[in-house]
């Protein structure tokens, strides 16, 4: 999608395999056009659509809805982030969706993600068709799962950790260097730079680390204060590459001096 024609967005709703119903994209669009103030109000009016039992809630379909938003309304990526986070929150329990718990754990969100969300990107080549706005979303999701990260407290399924490290992985690790993989990495160290470094110094296995991904960080799998280290090393390497964009340089410095920052305050 060129640009965010609310309209358009909306048509393509409905062609989808599983679409939404009226109701529900109605409900959709009405929370986009809302104030981000309103969120926690339409986070309500959303969330009372969904609340059945797992083997007749629509819940995936509302997973993918606001998938393709994420990818397609970058103007929204805050509000949408906030939505996820107020679901979440909502007050299960107390009478206003039913009498159990049901968003506390975001039923089917990280499945969602991992089977239909996490690898659209990959490994896409420059000459294929609509190269550029599948860069813009793979922007758009990688922003969007850290500002959940950034804000996930003590809530297991808000941690996307995992998929900041892929993510960096696949800017850093190979060459020849992407350039749209390191603007897609950049929100993981704006929004989560401490969260990371603790996850490197914990240390443990990292998702999503085969073999043929190929990786240009020797043979020592999984996350580590080297690994990290690494990072921050050809960030500082891109931000001096004269054939990278003057605008992926200034992401790589800025993405090296806040790592720095997050090390030193360490000690």
């Not at 992407?178 to 950049?186: D, G, K, P, T």
Request: proline share 5%; aromatic share 12%.
């Amino acid at each position: 999608m060129a640009s965010e024609n609310m309209d358009a967005w909306v048509a393509a709703q409905k062609k989808l395999p599983r679409p939404p119903t009226d109701e529900e994209l109605a409900a959709f669009r009405e929370f986009l056009e809302a104030p981000e103030s309103d969120v926690w109000l339409h986070a309500k009016k959303i969330g009372s659509l969904y609340v059945k039992p797992f083997e007749k809630s629509r819940v995936d379909i509302f997973w993918f809805v606001l998938g393709d938003a994420v990818n397609n309304l970058p103007s929204q990526n805050d509000k949408l982030a906030e939505l996820v986070l107020k679901l979440q929150r909502l007050p299960d329990g107390k009478g206003v969706l039913g009498p159990e718990p049901w968003w506390s754990d975001l039923p089917y969100f990280n499945n969602f993600w991992t089977e239909w969300m996490q690898f659209q990107y990959d490994d896409l080549p420059e000459s294929s068709r609509d190269f550029e706005a599948n860069c813009q979303a793979n922007i758009n999701r990688n922003a969007f799962l850290a500002k959940l990260t950034a804000r996930m407290g003590n809530v297991v399924d808000l941690d996307q950790r995992e998929r900041g490290g892929q993510t960096l992985k696949q800017a850093l690790e190979r060459t020849p260097v992407s350039e749209a993989n390191i603007l897609a990495a950049e929100p993981w160290i704006v929004y989560c730079a401490e969260s990371l470094y603790e996850r490197s110094l914990q240390g443990g296995p990292m998702s999503w680390e085969h073999a043929h991904n190929g990786t240009n960080w020797g043979t020592q799998k999984g996350w580590s204060k080297a690994r990290w280290q690494y990072w921050r090393k050809r960030f500082q390497e891109i931000s001096n590459m004269v054939n990278v964009k003057e605008e992926v340089r200034n992401v790589a410095k800025q993405c090296a001096e806040r790592m720095e920052t997050v090390e030193k305050a360490r000690g």
